[in-house]
Each structure stands twice: as C-alpha cells, then as structure tokens.
C-alpha cells in the first residue's frame, strides 16, 4: 500500500528488496523508539528493548526478533547482549572457536544455526546430525541429549573403525571446556531461535521503518488503510499522525477514496473508516463521481445517489463524519432536510 502511494504521489517506483540494509536514518529512529506501525516492533515491550539494544545494523534487527521472547528474556541473553553490544561487559567465549559465528551475538548462543554450527566446527557432526542434536534440544528430548553428550566429546566409530564423528577432545578441546560447552548449548537450546526465520521478520520489519522514516505520509496512509476496521487502532495512528507534524484531514466525498490517501502534505479520511458505510456505497459514490464530476450541493448528492446502494444510515454518517461538509457547511440542516 504504501509503495503505491509513493507512486501515485508521483515520487518514482520503490523496490523494497533494493532498499540500502545501512540507512542511518532508519536506524536513528528506531534508537529513539519510534517504532509504533513498524512491524514485530510496536509493542510496549519490545519498543523498550529497541531503546536499550539502541540497533545500528541489520544483524541488531535479527536479534531483535530473536531476543524478544519469554526465555531469552528471563535468562539473562538479553542483559548480556546489550552489555557487550554497547562496551560495558566483555564478550566471553569458551573456546576461541566459537568467535567466528558467535561474535555478531557477542557470544550468545542466540540462534539454532549456532548450535549446529558448533557440533559441526568443534565435534565434527554432520550437517544432518547436528540438526538432529538441534531439533532434540528445541523439544527437550533429555534422553537424546544424554546420549549425543559423550559422542559430542568423545567422539563415535563407525563398525568398521573409522569416526563417524571425531568428538571434541580429538580435536583438540580439553575435556572441561568441553563439558561446559555442552551444558551452556543445554540451557541455551531450548531459547535457541531459527536465524532465517528471525532474518525474514527482520527484514519486513526493516523495511517499514524504511518507509516510516524516508516516506511518513505515504506509509501512514497505508498504515491507516490496513486498520480501517479496527476503530481503537485507528485512533492510534492519527495520534501518531499528529506526533509526526502529519494532518489527517476530514472525509469528503468529492476527495477521499475507500482507504485513507496522501493529499498533498496531509492524509485524507478514507471513507470505509467511516461507520455504517459498506463498501458497494462507497464505490458506487466514486464511479458516480468520476464519472459525471464532484458533487456540487446537498440536494444533488441525494438525487444521483438515490436508488443506489446509499441508504438513509448511511448518508447520516456521512453528514455526521463531516463528509458532506463540501455540500453544504450546515449539517443540522442536512440531518433535517434528509427525510
């Protein structure tokens, strides 16, 4: 909705898979948290843990998504990732392999990618064994992990003596690291989020703070169109309008379409926000306006839309909305002459 805005709004043809993953912008207004109509992000929550994450790139924004659970919350992950993200902890790994895959979480077992990857680097797993180990951990299948734990560091032959999987130790990490490795991968599994999974949110939510930021007026306008029937929420992002310095003008039947549109500096009412109107009136009252011109008064309004899907309730809220305002300025004189 809101790349067609753009366009309509004659500023050119967006494409959201092109859009620069580095805007400062973006992601200043994201520190500030101003966030609401961002998707995954308006909440109060998480609107609070952007403000502390303070993200600054697009491997933040995942983590985001991953961080903002129950686990990762009560746990400590979320405390220590913001810590050492900002230089006021130090990032801690149990063994120096691990940084290469663990250093954009500073150290956190975030994603179940991570836990794979460290059965696989640190065990020689199969890619396919690993995400056996993954998805045990995930289901807290205690009697799988038992077993896969003395594999994970001892390592298993196959029946004619080859290793299936080298094991920890015979690849060089002493027995203790070890151990404490497996118990840290045991507690953090679980909290464990899939990483593509977290990436995809991720970007949606990226790119409509992109829009938010780089194009309000056409973005809230869509925003607007996707509550339409959802009155509370309505009422919310024309708060955010006015927030944002954006005037949200009136309904007009000469002027507002179905959903809410960019009217110069402005947004317009749509019309199917207003109540008691169905959709079939409304589009109806739009052909019959381009095709034979704007309504010129009161009376001419209720002669080329009578016998049409418009009936006595809903041109009371049109007149009510201030949607015939254009008609006639009087509505008390519109409500008494409607009979």
Same mark, same amino acid.
Request: glycine share 8%; net charge negative; hydrophobic share 35%.
């Given at each position: *909705?809101?790349?067609?805005?753009?366009?309509?709004?004659?500023? *050119?043809? &967006?494409?959201?898979?092109?859009?620069?993953?580095?805007?400062?912008?973006?992601?200043?207004?994201?520190?500030?948290?101003?966030?609401?109509?961002?998707?995954?992000?308006? /909440?109060?929550?998480?609107?609070?843990? !952007?403000?502390?994450?303070?993200?600054? #790139?697009?491997?933040?924004?995942?983590?985001?998504?991953?961080?903002?659970?129950? *686990?990762?919350?009560?746990?400590?992950?979320?405390?220590?990732?913001?810590?050492?993200?900002?230089?006021?902890?130090?990032?801690?790994?149990?063994?120096?392999?691990?940084?290469?895959?663990?250093?954009?979480?500073?150290?956190?077992?975030?994603?179940?990618?991570?836990?794979?990857? &460290? @059965?696989?680097?640190?065990? %020689?797993? +199969?890619? *396919?064994?690993?995400?056996?180990?993954?998805?045990?951990?995930?289901?807290?299948?205690?009697?799988?992990?038992?077993?896969?734990?003395? !594999?994970? =560091?001892?390592?298993?032959?196959?029946?004619?003596?080859?290793?299936?999987?080298?094991?920890?130790?015979?690849? %060089? !990490?002493?027995?203790?690291?070890?151990?404490?490795?497996?118990?840290?991968?045991? +507690?953090?599994?679980?909290?464990? @989020?899939?990483?593509?999974?977290?990436?995809?949110?991720?970007? !949606?939510?990226?790119?409509?703070?992109? =829009?938010?930021?780089?194009?309000?007026?056409?973005?809230?306008?869509?925003?607007?169109? /996707?509550?339409?029937?959802?009155?509370?929420?309505?009422?919310?992002?024309?708060?955010?309008? %006015?927030?944002?310095?954006?005037?949200?003008?009136?309904?007009?039947?000469? &002027?507002?379409?179905?959903?809410?549109?960019?009217?110069?500096?402005?947004?317009? @009412?749509?019309?199917?926000?207003?109540?008691?109107?169905?959709?079939? #009136?409304?589009?109806?009252? &739009?052909?019959?306006?381009?095709?034979?011109?704007?309504?010129?008064?009161?009376?001419?309004? #209720?002669?080329?839309?009578? %016998?049409?899907?418009?009936?006595?309730?809903?041109?009371?809220?049109?007149?009510? +909305?201030?949607?015939?305002?254009?008609?006639?300025?009087?509505?008390?004189?519109?409500?008494?002459?409607?009979?």
């Amino acid at each position: *909705g809101a790349v067609k805005n753009i366009e309509a709004n004659g500023k *050119g043809k &967006i494409d959201l898979n092109e859009i620069p993953i580095d805007d400062a912008k973006t992601y200043d207004m994201l520190q500030r948290g101003d966030t609401l109509g961002v998707f995954q992000l308006e /909440s109060s929550g998480m609107t609070a843990l !952007v403000r502390r994450l303070r993200p600054d #790139c697009f491997e933040d924004m995942i983590a985001l998504v991953a961080l903002y659970r129950p *686990g990762p919350l009560e746990s400590g992950m979320v405390d220590t990732y913001v810590k050492c993200k900002h230089g006021e902890d130090t990032v801690h790994y149990l063994h120096p392999k691990l940084e290469p895959y663990m250093k954009d979480t500073y150290g956190v077992i975030l994603y179940q990618e991570q836990v794979m990857q &460290i @059965f696989r680097d640190l065990a %020689g797993y +199969s890619l *396919g064994r690993a995400d056996i180990v993954r998805r045990a951990m995930a289901k807290k299948k205690h009697d799988v992990l038992e077993r896969e734990r003395e !594999v994970f =560091l001892h390592g298993q032959q196959r029946e004619d003596g080859s290793w299936e999987v080298e094991g920890c130790l015979r690849r %060089g !990490v002493d027995e203790p690291t070890a151990r404490a490795l497996f118990q840290e991968i045991e +507690s953090f599994a679980s909290y464990a @989020f899939n990483k593509s999974h977290a990436a995809a949110y991720a970007f !949606v939510s990226y790119q409509t703070a992109y =829009l938010k930021c780089h194009y309000p007026r056409e973005f809230m306008a869509a925003l607007l169109t /996707s509550v339409l029937d959802n009155t509370d929420k309505v009422i919310e992002y024309i708060g955010e309008c %006015g927030r944002m310095g954006i005037k949200v003008l009136p309904p007009d039947v000469n &002027i507002s379409g179905e959903g809410f549109t960019v009217s110069g500096d402005a947004i317009r @009412f749509g019309l199917l926000a207003v109540k008691n109107i169905g959709r079939g #009136c409304i589009r109806e009252l &739009i052909a019959e306006r381009e095709e034979n011109g704007p309504f010129l008064d009161f009376s001419d309004f #209720c002669e080329r839309m009578y %016998g049409k899907e418009t009936n006595k309730r809903a041109v009371e809220s049109l007149i009510k +909305s201030g949607a015939l305002d254009c008609a006639c300025k009087n509505r008390h004189s519109m409500l008494e002459g409607l009979e």
